[in-house]
């Protein structure tokens, strides 16, 4: 394993799950990414702003990460274009179908035992298995 960086991994988990619980402490809010750039796109009136700073926050993120740590930022990808476009759709795809997104369910709503989310993490992760494992052994890693 050339990546395995646990120290890191757990403050990343740790700072996720933090976001997540003062967000929902703090605002009554869930802290599902794709619901919020969602309703971002469908905002309705006086509903933007808090949608437009969280996703402003993501991406500021990025660019500290990429200004500090740049090393951090760079990764290969050895799959074609194509198939990484099919990935996000699918994935978007089933981000709307399970109403919600690994971070909604995952982060959220496991940490709050919603049966929904519990249920929709067992999928998306089984199936985010059977797919790597089918693109990688059935179709040699390129699709």
């Known amino acids: ?5 646990p120290v890191a991994s757990l ?5 996720i799950g933090l976001a997540a619980v003062g967000m929902l402490l703090f605002d009554g809010r869930i802290g599902g990414v794709s619901g919020i750039f969602g309703g ?6 006086g509903d933007t702003a808090w ?3 969280f996703i402003g926050g993501l991406m500021a993120g990025g660019l500290v990460m990429l200004m500090l740590k740049p090393d951090t ?16 759709i699918l994935v978007g795809i089933g981000a709307r179908l399970g109403s919600g997104c690994t971070s ?5 709503g496991i940490g709050r035992l919603a049966p929904r ?3 929709a993490s067992a999928v998306f992760m089984s199936t985010g298995a059977a797919a790597a494992i089918v693109v990688g052994e059935v179709f040699g890693g390129k699709i």
């Open 1 to 5: 394993m050339e990546n395995f960086t």
């Open 11 to 15: 403050i990343g988990g740790v700072l």
């Open 40 to 45: 971002f796109l469908n905002a309705k009136h």
């Open 51 to 53: 949608r437009a700073a």
């Open 73 to 88: 930022m760079t990764f290969g990808i050895d799959r074609s274009v194509l198939s990484v476009v099919v990935a996000g």
């Open 104 to 108: 909604g369910h995952g982060v959220c």
């Open 117 to 119: 989310s519990l249920v």
